[in-house]
């Protein structure tokens, strides 16, 4: 006899086109309604790209057929619109998906090392300098960094009589990161459901206070923790981090692919470890090549946001808590590259 169990086991198999998790971890099969040996399966998801219903479509038929002495099996999809963008004021007129905040921006790579980190802390700093009301969440469980590179990885956030996270606040950035909650050496070791959670935990159940934006340093790739905030958060827009080499740039394709299918805008591309600039000839090296983030940003009709120089103080100062876009207009090509991004984030996504 057919059981739901069955059903759900092999539903289990079909994952969401273009990532790892499948359609049962990430809630969308709603109802399954079983008549002998038929089933009825109905499936919620929000698009606008019509091939993810069709692949999901073909992909648990197959599976489907899998079960033995299976009957007929209908699969009915409800498709609804991605919730849109928040206009400017949304969270005036209580439109904020994220309570407290205005506009989500994120901040993302293809793989790691290419100093996405750093682009999201020198990003928030550079708002906050131009006067905006920023937060940064922290999305990358297992290697968090906002907590050093803000020297804030002593303090451990309090809860408020709403049994919400009260953020940690340094250089005018509300922070949360799991860094805050952790030893320095203990290790995250949690899988896919659980990983959400935290994140959803993360996004609505902090004591964001009045942000301008919110920016979120997602983990590196296309897995699980990106598509739940896509699906749960309405993001305005995302922010792609490459280095000029092939390698890193395959990859950032792959990022904006997975924001293209989820119908989040892609602001455009940062570059970052452009070039070395040697201080003592001013002689320019491409250590990671050159052009590859301007011929990216044409070939996916976005901006080229801002073009970062590989620079020691930068670095230097990630390590000590103090991030380069601290420092005044003028004071070095790295900060004024980060505030020039902090303008353009801005007027692309207005308040």
């Not at 057929?65 to 009957?71: E, F, M, R, S, T």
């Not at 050159?290 to 930068?314: C, F, M, N, Y």
């Amino acid at each position: 006899m057919l059981s739901e169990s069955d059903v759900r086991t092999a539903l289990a198999q079909v994952p969401y086109p273009g990532f790892s998790r499948d359609i049962i971890s990430f809630g969308l099969v709603k109802s399954i309604t079983i008549n002998g040996n038929d089933v009825k399966v109905g499936i919620e998801i929000a698009t606008k790209d019509p091939k993810i219903p069709q692949q999901i479509h073909g992909a648990a038929q197959a599976s489907l057929a899998k079960i033995p002495d299976i009957g007929r099996a209908e699969i009915d999809f409800d498709i609804k619109d991605p919730p849109a963008a928040p206009t400017a004021g949304a969270a005036a007129v209580g439109k904020a998906v994220i309570p407290g905040v205005k506009q989500v921006i994120a901040v993302a790579s293809g793989k790691g090392g290419v100093g996405k980190s750093t682009v999201s802390a020198n990003l928030a700093v550079s708002l906050a300098k131009q006067g905006f009301r920023v937060g940064l969440c922290d999305c990358d469980l297992y290697g968090p960094s906002v907590a050093l590179m803000f020297g804030t990885g002593e303090e451990r956030p309090m809860g408020d009589d709403q049994e919400r996270i009260i953020p940690i606040e340094r250089h005018g950035v509300q922070l949360m990161s799991m860094g805050f909650l952790l030893e320095d050496t203990s290790p995250v070791i949690v899988r896919g459901p659980l990983a959400t959670r935290y994140i959803q935990q993360f996004l609505k159940q902090v004591a964001w206070e009045n942000l301008d934006y919110l920016i979120l340093d997602l983990p590196p790739g296309t897995g699980d923790i990106q598509l739940t905030i896509v699906q749960n958060v309405t993001v305005a827009g995302a922010v792609v981090v490459t280095t000029p080499q092939e390698m890193a740039l395959i990859d950032a394709r792959k990022a904006a692919a997975m924001f293209a299918k989820v119908n989040v805008p892609i602001l455009g591309i940062v570059e970052n470890m452009a070039y070395f600039q040697a201080p003592d000839t001013g002689t320019r090296y491409d250590i990671f090549g050159s052009g590859g983030g301007e011929k990216e940003a044409a070939r996916l009709g976005v901006p080229l946001l801002s073009q970062i120089p590989l620079d020691p103080p930068t670095r230097e100062g990630g390590d000590e808590g103090s991030p380069v876009a601290l420092q005044e207009a003028g004071a070095s090509p790295v900060a004024d590259a980060f505030h020039t991004l902090g303008k353009t984030v801005a007027e692309a996504v207005p308040v």
